[in-house]
């Protein structure tokens, strides 16, 4: 199997599993009880936010635990609307995430405005609109670290030199930068930030949500004094685990791992664009996360490819996991300004730890002739490209 498609979910790492097996037998106990089972795994649980919250720069009381990444955005957006009722006013990206950019459509049925600033060719957020969208009524601005279908890294601390200007909170989704650039609260500059276990090795139903300290934040589910009421119900110990082991592996080898998938990534590239003929490249030729590609090949649908490609086990996809069910061509490959026939034709390379040279290898032996196959039996016109 190849499996290039680290950005919809990464395998769990060794250690992480080693580390999830050890604890799950003998700490059962609830994190709340008082008694020493349960207070163990409370410490156990608090070291992982320690340690996570070192790798970001924050101090461990900063960091909430949440069940995914996407709760730790819909939490950020709404805990934060919500503790400024005066403001009834949000700014995010065209190209965000779904957990960012349905919060959004949420926000707009409760009567709130929202502006979706738009992005260039290349995927970059337009600051002078994102300016000029501010007004006193503005309580917070959420753009993504980097974008999860084209890689494009945006211009955070531009954004938040901005904001702060105006007095306007930051929020920036990170999971897909977590692990593979570097991210760190205090040089961003943000007040929230939200990471997934699952894109770093770690176990899927976990995430974070880093709350600058002093930030006014309203709590996202409400019951118990878990997570210092700001996200009732007992914690996912098993889970939170997990995702505390492969921040520890991260921290160890992220450098290391960086260098090499993006060597590996940069002969992907250069091999597609060699091999196969009238292809595009999408997203920013530099400032991107260099492990993910995403390339138009003009004339093809790219689940004809995608689903090509799975019979010889080699696994890719054709933008994010979460609109890959429906019919929607990919907002983000609209946003950038492609034709909605070209989007149809994009499929992502996301590549991660565990890809060898022989997987490029085994993918720049089959796509070109999986694409020269499907373009003989499609009406494909190079000149219409
Ligand atoms: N934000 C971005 C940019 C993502 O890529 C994803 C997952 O694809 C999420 C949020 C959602 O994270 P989770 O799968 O943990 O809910």
Not at 110 to 117: A, H, M, W
Not at 207 to 228: C, D, M, S
Not at 272 to 283: D, L, R, S, T, Y
């Given at each position: 199997m190849v499996y290039l498609d680290n950005n919809a979910t990464t395998p769990l790492d060794p250690q992480v599993i080693k580390a999830m097996a050890d604890f799950m037998p003998t700490h059962f106990g609830n994190p709340s009880s008082l008694y020493p089972i349960g207070r163990k795994v409370k410490e156990i649980i608090n070291g992982g936010r320690e340690l996570i919250a070192s790798v970001l720069g924050a101090h461990r009381s900063e960091i909430v635990f949440t069940g995914s990444g996407t709760e730790a955005d819909n939490f950020a957006i709404l805990g934060v609307m919500d503790a400024l009722p005066d403001k009834r006013e949000f700014i995010t990206s065209a190209i965000e995430h779904p957990a960012v950019l349905r919060t959004g459509q949420y926000l707009e049925k409760?009567?709130?405005?929202?502006?979706?600033?738009p992005v260039d060719s290349q995927g970059v957020v337009d600051l002078d609109f994102l300016s000029d969208a501010i007004t006193p009524q503005t309580a917070l601005i959420s753009v993504m670290h980097a974008n999860n279908e084209i890689g494009t890294i945006q211009p955070i601390e531009k954004i938040v030199e901005i904001a702060k200007k105006k007095g306007v909170l930051v929020h920036t989704d990170a999971v897909q930068t977590f692990g593979k650039i570097e991210v760190n609260v205090d040089k961003l500059g943000v007040d929230l930030l939200s990471i997934s276990a699952h894109k770093v090795y770690?176990?899927?139903?976990?995430?974070?949500?880093?709350?600058?300290?002093?930030?006014?934040?309203?709590?996202?589910?409400?019951?118990?004094?878990?997570?210092?009421?700001?996200?009732?119900?007992?914690e996912n110990t098993i889970g939170i685990v997990g995702f505390a082991e492969a921040v520890r592996v991260l921290k160890e080898r992220w450098k290391k791992d960086k260098e090499r998938v993006e060597k590996l990534a940069l002969k992907l590239k250069e091999g597609?664009?060699?091999?196969?003929?009238?292809?595009?490249?999408?997203?920013h030729p530099e400032n991107r996360v260099k492990s993910t590609l995403n390339f138009a090949f003009p004339g093809l649908e790219a689940e004809a490819i995608l689903l090509a490609l799975a019979t010889k086990e080699i696994y890719v996809s054709t933008g994010s996991a979460c609109s890959e069910e429906s019919e929607e061509v990919s907002h983000v490959l609209l946003g950038i300004g492609l034709k909605p026939e070209i989007a149809r034709s994009c499929l992502r390379f996301s590549l991660g730890r565990f890809n060898s040279e022989e997987d490029i290898e085994i993918v720049l032996r089959e796509l070109p002739e999986i694409i020269a196959k499907l373009r003989s039996i499609s009406a494909f016109h190079p000149e219409e490209a």
């Open positions: 409760k009567g709130y405005k929202v502006t979706y600033v770690g176990p899927k139903g976990v995430g974070a949500l880093y709350i600058r300290k002093g930030t006014n934040i309203y709590p996202f589910v409400h019951g118990g004094h878990q997570e210092r009421g700001l996200r009732a119900g007992t597609i664009e060699a091999k196969i003929p009238q292809v595009k490249f999408n997203g």
